[in-house]
Each structure stands twice: as structure tokens, then as C-alpha cells.
């Protein structure tokens, strides 16, 4: 009995050796960076108290699709999206048709129509694409002054149709790594314009944190990016006496903002991919214990709260609407909000299909 005793004893001493060097040792390509997140704000008073106003939401379009991230609505009316086997599918609100406009090959993660009639495609793993009315496929970007995408994310076209305003979420990882680009946070993001007159693609801004999200603001005079690893909005100045400079839209926000959308006349919408992970706030300074982060989460599932989280925001960046979910079931994480007619839509890189709240609740209390 002895003798079977300090057998199970060595063993559990072994494998506690294993899972130790396993945290310490194994090899991985994440250099974290050393940064201090400003503390979190309250989620259970002040603009972003928790609140059931997602409960419920209405499923549109077709259903039993993976991955609807993208999300536009097209003239006649149709819904646009990009789905994780790169699918580029239309489906009609409050039915379940569906049809396959193209395949891209790669990750359509944003969608925006260009006033020639061409769907402008950010493709996570190909780049900045078109697909005509033939539906042809055409690559129109890959790579800015010598470095290539890592991570095209979303996508936005102005009205004269001359400039594609874009993100590189990372020049250093690829789709599907976003977990560690994160927690890295090397900060080698990007926003990009593309000029359809010459096909040339500048850098507008770079050493962005996980550039997501892009909107163009009222009269186009700046254009919005998302930086996910830093829980803030960036705004770069396109017109008047600040062209060419930026500053922050928003700052500290409560959770991960994925994608964003202008309505065109006073309203952003900002998709919150979860709440902030406070052991991964807390780990902002310890880049070791992050790194052993990484590996344990090689292993485990990652810590994501299960939360349906938007924001609507002013022209001035102040928080007007404040939408969530917490309950069991709830439709999350949503990564694209848009606003058309009397709904809010919504889409989701990790779901398995669309959904839509009515307009007059989104806003009920601005």
C-alpha cells in the first residue's frame, strides 16, 4: 500500500514538473509588451451599466451560417456577409434564402460597397479585394511601404469613391492569432487608404493596438479606427486645420472593440467583442506572466465572457446608448453593429448567424 502510495505521489510530482516547464519553457513566437491599462470603468453604474436590452434580439437572414462578421445591406435590400469558409453569401431579412456571391479563399471580415456598384472586400488572410457585378474577384491591395498584411480587417469607402479607408489589425499576425496579438501588444497595427485613381496604398497611421473597426465621421473629415488591445477609438483628421494629425475619439472602454459603423448622420455604433478580462489587465505589466498566459491558453479555453455588448457613441465620442446581454444564450459575441431604416443589425464572427434589434429600443433613453 506504502509502495503505491509514493508511486502515485512521484507520479503527480512529474506531472506537476511537466505542466511547470510546459508554462515556463515551451517556445513561442509572442514577445509581450509592458504597458499600463488605465483601470477599468464601472459595468454596474454610470454609461456602461449592465443592462438586458439585447435579451431577445431577432434572428434575420439565413441561419446555420458560420461566422457572419461582415454585414451590409445592399440596394435591393439584401443582407451582406463574409463567413468563416470565405464564403461571401446574400440572404434576405426575415427569411431564410441564401446565395453565394463568390469565395474568396480567405477570411471576409469586412464588407463596404463601393458607388461603382464593386463590394470592397478586408480579407483577413488575402488582403484588400473587389468582387465586381460578374462577380469577379480582383486583389487590390497586399501590402504598404514594403511590408505585407498581416490581418486586413474592415473597410470603408468614401463617397466620391477615390479613397478605400482600411486596417491592418497586424502586420506580425495572421488571421485566427488575434488572441496573441493582443496579449503581445507590440502595437503593429495599422490604418491604411487605398486610392482606387492610382492603386497605391498609403499608411495613415501605424503602431496601433490591433487595429479593428473603420468609419468615416460627418463630411468625411476624419476617419475612426478601432485599436482592440487598447480599449480606444483613434481618430485621424482627413480635412481643415488638423489634416494629417490624430488624436483619441474615445478612450478606457469597457470591453474589446471589434467593428464600427457611421450612420451617416450622428450615430456610431461600436461592436464590444467581450467585457476587459481583468487577469489579462492585470498581467499588462508582468510581460512573463503573460507569455505563460499564452501557453496555458494553448491548452484551455480562452477566459471570454459570453456577453452581448454595443455602444452607440455621438459625433463627439460621448456614449449614448449602452446595449447588452449577460443572460445564458444570449447572441455574442457581436462583432459588427449597422444601423439601416428602423433596425440595428448585427453580426457575429464566432455565431451562426444574424440578428436584429428594433431601432426605437437600440435608442430608447439617448
Known amino acids: 500500500m506504502r509502495t503505491r502510495s509514493r508511486k502515485l505521489r512521484h507520479l503527480l510530482f512529474v506531472l506537476l514538473l511537466a505542466v511547470v516547464a510546459f508554462l515556463l519553457l515551451m517556445p513561442t513566437k509572442v514577445q509581450p509588451v509592458n504597458w499600463a491599462p488605465p483601470k477599468a470603468p464601472s459595468m454596474t453604474h454610470g454609461p456602461y451599466a449592465d443592462n438586458q436590452r439585447l435579451k431577445g434580439v431577432e434572428k434575420t437572414g439565413a441561419q446555420g451560417i458560420a461566422g457572419p462578421e461582415a454585414l451590409v445591406l445592399d440596394a435591393e435590400g439584401f443582407l451582406l456577409s463574409g463567413l468563416h469558409d470565405g464564403r461571401i453569401i446574400r440572404t434576405a431579412p426575415g427569411s431564410d434564402t441564401l446565395e453565394v456571391l463568390a469565395n474568396t479563399g480567405g477570411r471576409p471580415l469586412g464588407l463596404t460597397l463601393h458607388p461603382d456598384g464593386r463590394l470592397i472586400i478586408a480579407d483577413g488572410i488575402k488582403g484588400l479585394l473587389a468582387l465586381d457585378s460578374n462577380r469577379q474577384l480582383t486583389t487590390l491591395s497586399t501590402t504598404a511601404n514594403g511590408v505585407p498584411f498581416g490581418f486586413t480587417d474592415d473597410v470603408t469607402v468614401d463617397a466620391s469613391g477615390r479613397y478605400a479607408y482600411f486596417s491592418d489589425a497586424s502586420s506580425r499576425w495572421g488571421y485566427g492569432q488575434d488572441g496573441e496579438a493582443v496579449i503581445e501588444h507590440g502595437g503593429d497595427g495599422r490604418l491604411l487608404r487605398y ?172
Open 195 to 366: 486610392d482606387f485613381s492610382n492603386a497605391s496604398t498609403e499608411v495613415l497611421l501605424e503602431h496601433l493596438q490591433f487595429a479593428n473597426g473603420v468609419a468615416l465621421g460627418p463630411d468625411e473629415d476624419y476617419v475612426l479606427v478601432n485599436e482592440t488591445g487598447a480599449y480606444r477609438i483613434s481618430r485621424y483628421w482627413l480635412k481643415g486645420e488638423r489634416a494629417g494629425s490624430h488624436d483619441l475619439f474615445i478612450d478606457n472602454l469597457p470591453g474589446l472593440p471589434d467593428n464600427l459603423s457611421f450612420n451617416g448622420r450622428d450615430r456610431f455604433w461600436v461592436a464590444l467583442y467581450s467585457p476587459r478580462n481583468p487577469l489579462l489587465d492585470s498581467f499588462a505589466g508582468y510581460p512573463m506572466l503573460r507569455k505563460v498566459m499564452v501557453r496555458a491558453l494553448m491548452v484551455v479555453p480562452k477566459p471570454i465572457e459570453r456577453r452581448a455588448f454595443v455602444l452607440g457613441l455621438d459625433v463627439e465620442g460621448k456614449v449614448i446608448a449602452n446595449l447588452q446581454d449577460g443572460s445564458a444564450g444570449n447572441y455574442s459575441p457581436i462583432t459588427t453593429a449597422r444601423e439601416y431604416g428602423e433596425w440595428l443589425y448585427l453580426g457575429s464572427l464566432k455565431g451562426t448567424g444574424m440578428a436584429r434589434v428594433a431601432l426605437g429600443v437600440a435608442i430608447a433613453g439617448e
